[in-house]
């Protein structure tokens, strides 16, 4: 199958600063990619879906000032947490699609907020 | 999107047949039912879709009931490798999918 790569595995960061996660579909071109959120013992929840070019689009309640999306090109989106606190702490997860069939997800990021 | 209902926790012996129901009764004509698998802290791996047929990979089988109101997810002889959380989604073409619960499925030796 496809890979999606996410870039770092996990991070460490200090309450205030800014995380920057990549995503990139290695082996085919990602119209549209996807970014998640996960809460230990919990299910994985939409946060944003980007297409390439064009804003982001947020889902409600998920604050677009504060996790950035980028989506560059068709093998690589961002997501930059702000300001992180230690409620931001989770594991993020991202994916992409062609467009034309199913998505693809990366191994996820674990961000943990000190 | 439409919603799916599925057991929250299942268990299965080694060596045998692992049956994961999904109801699906909302289920829209042009929506296909996915579905992923997700082990502990990793990102969810695809398994199969369907829209009406049945369906068939290396991994797993797909029943999609004739009114496409449920479907079963057939691992046809579990290892201890496939526990995991199993997710049946509902969705279009696009790649964007919204995750319910899951079911747990804890394979035993």
């Known amino acids: 199958g496809a890979v999606v790569s996410q870039h770092p595995s996990w991070v460490i960061c200090k309450s205030g600063t800014s995380v920057k996660i990549e995503c990139r579909s290695l082996d085919f071109q990602a119209t549209t990619m996807f970014w998640y959120r996960q809460f230990p013992k919990q299910s994985l929840m939409l946060m944003a879906t980007?297409?390439?070019?064009?804003?982001?689009?947020?889902e409600q309640g998920v604050e677009k000032d504060k996790f950035l999306i980028n989506h560059a090109s068709l093998t690589l989106s961002t997501l930059t947490v702000t300001s992180a606190h230690p409620e931001d702490s989770s594991f993020y997860i991202c994916s992409a699609s062609a467009g034309r069939d199913f998505a693809f997800f990366g191994q996820g990021t674990r961000l943990t907020v000190v | 999107d439409a919603k799916t209902t599925q057991p929250p926790s299942m268990d299965c012996a080694e060596g045998r047949a692992a049956n994961l129901p999904c109801n699906h009764s909302?289920?829209?004509?042009?929506?296909?039912v996915y579905w992923y698998r997700q082990i502990h802290s990793q990102g969810p791996q695809y398994i199969i879709h369907g829209l009406k047929n049945n369906e068939t990979n290396e991994m797993a089988s797909l029943i999609i009931t004739e009114d496409r109101k449920s479907s079963t997810l057939i691992l046809p002889h579990a290892t201890l490798r496939d526990t995991a959380v199993y997710y049946c989604?509902?969705?279009?073409?696009?790649?964007?999918?919204?995750f319910g619960q899951g079911t747990t499925l804890q394979v035993k030796p």
């Open positions: 980007s297409n390439e070019g064009s804003k982001a689009t947020y």
């Open positions: 989604i509902l969705g279009g073409n696009t790649g964007k999918l919204i």
């Open positions: 909302t289920i829209s004509g042009n929506e296909y």
